[in-house]
């Protein structure tokens, strides 16, 4: 309450506050030399009764006053926090985790979370242990398969008379996941038959699988708040040097030496993030069983599987330029070079336009 003004509840310079016994508010305006007294609502006494109780362990006894406080702001940092305190001191821990989630409070969902797994596990370990055991099963049993199918496709001869087409595309993805060199000469040798539909759906479920990344990763996990986070950001923080990349790299290895077209490059780096459209919502669900306790572990994940991407798309400007090795090295810090003076081109327009 209060703001800038010279009027009731309004404040020029506060020179001084104070508190007495009964919570009433005292606020000493240097400039207007007046002293505006605030007494507590019914809401803030709840408030201040809770706080008490909470900072003196009484966590249980608090219950009544944050009860009141949700009555009028069901939203409230402080009730949720002091409520789910008291639920977690009850061995309630699914209901401590939705009040520290509707806190936004990671530290304590996580803290609930880690022992409502446990009990969980403790209660079910037979049924965990052989649902654990079925998944893994099944997973080797079909990495098996998909790793047979891709060995057959690395095995037949390249053609340039074969069409990328909706069986030409799923065919390049197993083999991309198996056999990363066979698919990028594949395309290469496919370059006349290319067309811009793979590519384009390729973009589309890497930003749909992005967003929908965002939004089901574990509260305690993810850097993502759906109720205040920008999504256009994440969108853009994610696309942006994704499309500087594409047209960099092609705009300076056209200038050079580059042996690949506009409609390759774009096909070649589509199909690098192929495991990210794979693995990042498995492993989005995968975090619905980890606290932040296994942030570290979750983390390496993700980033492993963004490295992948990152070096799918190296090998890509290799093969598709028939590179060595240290003219690769050396096109990466010109085309990184190109994408900073790219970046500062376009930070120019935007300060001189607005």
């Avoid at 989005?284 to 963004?306: F, R, W």
Wanted: charged residues 15%; glycine residues 6%; aromatic residues 16%.
């Amino acid at each position: 309450f209060g703001g800038k003004g010279k009027r009731e509840r309004k404040f020029d310079t506060i020179g001084s506050m104070a508190v007495d016994s009964n919570g009433d508010l005292y606020v000493l305006d240097s400039v207007m030399n007046t002293i505006q007294v605030f007494t507590p609502t019914e809401r803030m006494q709840y408030i201040l009764s809770g706080t008490t109780l909470y900072n003196e362990g009484r966590y249980e006894d608090a219950v009544d006053s944050w009860s009141k406080v949700l009555e009028y702001d069901s939203t409230n940092f402080l009730a949720n926090v002091g409520m789910a305190k008291a639920a977690y001191r009850s061995d309630d821990y699914s209901e401590a985790m939705e009040l520290y989630k509707i806190a936004f409070n990671r530290a304590g969902y996580s803290e609930a979370f880690y022992y409502y797994r446990l009990d969980f596990i403790r209660q079910y370990f037979i049924w965990v242990f052989l649902g654990v055991v079925a998944i893994v099963v099944l997973l080797c049993f079909l990495i098996s398969k998909v790793k047979k199918y891709a060995d057959r496709i690395s095995s037949e001869p390249l053609s340039e008379k074969k069409r990328l087409g909706l069986r030409g595309t799923f065919r390049a993805g197993v083999l991309l996941i198996f056999h990363p060199i066979d698919c990028f000469y594949a395309l290469k040798y496919s370059r006349k038959k290319i067309s811009f539909l793979p590519p384009i759906v390729l973009a589309v479920l890497l930003m749909l699988v992005h967003v929908l990344y965002l939004y089901s990763v574990h509260f305690p996990l993810s850097s993502f708040f759906a109720s205040s986070g920008d999504m256009w950001q994440q969108v853009l923080l994610f696309l942006v040097p994704l499309a500087s990349w594409i047209i960099v790299s092609y705009a300076l290895i056209s200038i050079a030496d580059g042996k690949q077209t506009f409609r390759e490059a774009l096909t070649a780096n589509m199909y690098s993030f192929l495991p990210y459209i794979l693995l990042m919502l498995p492993l989005a669900g995968v975090s619905h069983i980890m606290s932040a306790t296994e942030a570290g572990l979750y983390n390496m994940l993700a980033n492993a599987v963004l490295l992948w991407c990152i070096c799918l798309v190296l090998l890509s400007t290799k093969i598709m330029n028939q590179y060595s090795f240290g003219k690769l090295v050396g096109m990466i810090l010109i085309i990184i070079f190109g994408i900073i003076c790219l970046w500062m081109l376009c930070m120019l327009f935007y300060i001189v336009v607005y």
